[in-house]
């Protein structure tokens, strides 16, 4: 059987159509798999979000007890105050994860004196906070754990082959790990 000129036209239209449509499914297929694993850090992050305004609401009322003491540093307890403010008052994820981190590191040092001075550590309602916070940071770091497990996903398909030849172009890009700080609590 022998094609005609007209034939292998048609056939070869055919070919470049069909691979045009699967060329097509794969963009569209790829772009819905990048928008989800985005969405997906998105909503982790907000799990984070929730567990630190956790956190920082508990601030006040711990502030207030410990304050009774005088062992405590004052510039301490400022520093807690203005970094939950700055907390409440920062949007992006990376200023987010930047202020935790600071608020991290000085709560570190309320845990610290709080278990260096019997007085403190006897009190019902600063160790009834103390508990609170410890559970907090536990919920955090679970959800903080999702939430790197949900970028580490969305990284590896922004930068695997072919994924990454439509990534840049549709504006998908790397997104930031929540570490812990270097040589904090």
């Known amino acids: 059987m022998t094609l005609t000129l007209g034939s292998r036209r048609r056939l070869t239209?055919?070919?470049?159509?069909?691979?045009?449509?699967?060329?097509?499914?794969?963009i569209v297929a790829a772009y819905n798999s990048l928008v989800a694993k985005d969405q997906g850090v998105t909503a982790q992050w907000a799990?984070?979000?929730?567990?630190?305004?956790?956190?920082?609401?508990?601030?006040?009322?711990?502030?207030g007890a410990v304050t009774q003491y005088q062992q405590f540093e004052r510039s301490t307890l400022e520093n807690i105050t203005r970094l939950?403010?700055?907390?409440?008052?920062?949007s992006g994820i990376d200023q987010r994860?930047?202020?935790?981190?600071?608020l991290d590191?000085?709560?570190?040092?309320?845990r610290v004196?709080?278990?260096?001075?019997?007085?403190?550590?006897?009190d019902q309602l600063v160790a009834g906070l103390m508990d609170e916070l410890a559970g907090t940071e536990n919920r955090i770091a679970v959800e903080r754990m999702w939430y790197?497990?949900?970028v580490r996903s969305y990284n590896t398909a922004v930068i695997s082959f072919p994924n990454s030849l439509l990534a840049g172009s549709f504006g998908f890009q790397p997104r930031k790990y929540y570490d812990p700080i270097p040589g904090g609590p």
């Open 113 to 122: 004196t709080y278990e260096n001075y019997p007085d403190l550590h006897s």
């Open 84 to 90: 939950r403010s700055q907390w409440l008052n920062t």
């Open 13 to 26: 239209l055919v070919g470049i159509l069909v691979i045009v449509l699967v060329l097509l499914a794969w």
């Open 47 to 63: 799990q984070v979000e929730n567990q630190y305004q956790r956190k920082i609401d508990l601030i006040p009322s711990l502030v």
């Open 148 to 150: 790197n497990d949900a």
């Open 105 to 110: 590191q000085n709560l570190f040092a309320i």
């Open 97 to 102: 994860i930047n202020t935790s981190q600071s």
